[in-house]
């Protein structure tokens, strides 16, 4: 139902995007966003925009990326993190959610940022 690309390798200070496609059948999304995973971590919210409403389009950042990822909408069904200046910390599963009538998904994606 959620559908995710743009993981990868790259190098400190290098840029990525992480794309998340609602497939369609997640009906009345309120947020959109991404969490982080590092094994034997607690999952951590990165980003999270607004999907709907007087706020739509509204999005909110983690401290530790603020400033170097960006999140945005298209479409109302499509969200895009670009992710710029990538430090090794932020080396992580990449998981997509939707927040609707309950909290949906992605199957995670890999970033590795290396030195």
């Known amino acids: 139902q959620l559908e995710e690309s743009g993981g990868g390798s790259v190098q400190n200070g290098g840029s990525l995007t992480l794309t998340c496609r609602n497939s369609?059948?997640?009906?009345?999304?309120?947020?959109m966003g991404w969490y982080r995973q590092v094994l034997g971590k607690q999952r951590e919210l990165v980003a999270g925009i607004s999907m709907s409403g007087p706020t739509s389009g509204t999005a909110n950042y983690a401290d530790s990326v603020q400033g170097r990822f960006t999140l945005v909408m298209n479409a109302r069904n499509k969200v895009y993190l670009q992710m710029n200046s990538l430090k090794s910390e932020d080396t992580a599963v990449y998981y997509c959610?939707?927040?609707?009538?309950?909290?949906?998904w992605g199957q995670g994606t890999q970033v590795t940022v290396s030195s």
């Open positions: 959610f939707a927040e609707a009538d309950r909290t949906y």
């Open positions: 369609g059948r997640i009906y009345g999304t309120k947020t």
